[in-house]
DNA sequence: TAAACTCGGTCTTTTTTAGTCTTATTTCAA
DNA sequence: TTGAAATAAGACTAAAAAAGACCGAGTTTA
């Protein structure tokens, strides 16, 4: 059930990654692509789109490769869902009404707002809706990219705690 | 990004129907889906679902139709997502620990987990995954499905009519 | 009995997501 | 200068999931 996108999982994994690196290194694409068993396109584009938001910086040339170029405790999740998915609107109809300061340039929808969806005219539950997506938008703002990384560091497996436990 | 899933919206839609009716009085899934245009089939599966789990009850025959039969403040969103879409894994690696009660006889999962996803060997980021998993649960199970229906009646939602000037 | 409904399974279509292929562009080291 | 190594980006294909349609069976009451 609302299962997350794989492309999400990959910008993890990148991140996580490359946190764990020196300030400056950089890490390459095929790197992580290949440790991580990962599609390397998919990967790249993932990271691009990273990088063309800030969270990340590319650097070309022969010994390219990415880095961290914000602050992860500033990178909220809805920030990295937003760059890799597009902004949050739990429902067809809606566009996300919060509508902070930033005008997506792929996003004109500017016409009529009642073609999204068919049931739109007979709907009685577009306030629900409504709420829905303003709190989930709220939770996963409230979560930062930082935090995710960053689990397990601290925390033990919840109830298991067995040190001889599974693979490693 | 992450949209809910339209059988979530038709399960809303008849709740909050039935929600507004005399206690004891039953609604017919194709009065409920011709009302509200949406496909006949469909909504009625999603309520033979709620019903087997105990939200709805069921009356066959000539005069039958759904009524609710559990008090909606008790039933959080995480419930409804439930029944209808399954336990919550935010990805294909870990079932949700949680297990309630319920042994779920299409899932044989006995075997080896790391079939699940082919990444699981090298991932570094099952812990925050697990903890994903477990703030959004969190999150879905601390919101009730009362709450989301009973959503626009005291706020003021976009252009409303009131006069009374009920703003928020 | 027969009508009007629920129930439950299977099937097809549609939509979304994931991944691949290809080509261009940038950069730096030899 | 030149070419290797990397990013950048568009188009395409395949796979998976979701949505919806079909149909036949069981129930209840007018
Ligand atoms: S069904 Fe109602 S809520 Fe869901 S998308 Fe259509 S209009 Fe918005
Ligand atoms: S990628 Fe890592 S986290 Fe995502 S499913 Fe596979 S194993 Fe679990």
């Known amino acids: 059930m609302n299962r997350i996108h794989r492309k999400v999982e990959y910008a993890l994994i990148a991140l996580k990654h490359m946190r764990g690196k020196n300030p400056g290194e950089r890490t390459t694409v ?20 990273l990088a ?8 070309q040339g022969v010994h390219g490769g990415y880095l961290i170029a914000k602050d992860l405790n500033r990178v909220s ?3 990295l869902l937003e760059m890799i998915l597009g902004p949050m609107e739990v429902a067809r109809c809606l566009q996300e009404p919060t ?13 009529d707002e009642a073609a999204v969806c068919e049931l739109r005219e007979t709907c ?14 709220e ?3 409230n979560l930062s990219v930082a935090e995710l990384i960053e689990a397990g560091r601290s925390l033990k497996s919840r109830e298991s ?7 490693l």
Chains 1, 2 share one sequence.
Do not use: W
């Open 30 to 49: 095929k790197d992580m692509a290949t440790q991580y068993r990962c599609p390397h396109d998919v990967l790249a584009r993932v990271l691009q789109t």
């Open 52 to 59: 063309s938001r800030g969270v990340l910086k590319s650097e």
């Open 77 to 79: 999740f809805y920030d």
């Open 99 to 111: 509508a902070s300061a930033d005008s997506d340039p792929k996003a004109p929808f500017a016409n």
């Open 124 to 137: 009685n539950i577009v306030s629900p809706i409504q709420l829905l997506n303003r709190k989930m938008s």
């Open 139 to 141: 939770f996963y703002r």
């Open 161 to 167: 705690a067995k040190v001889n436990g599974a693979q």
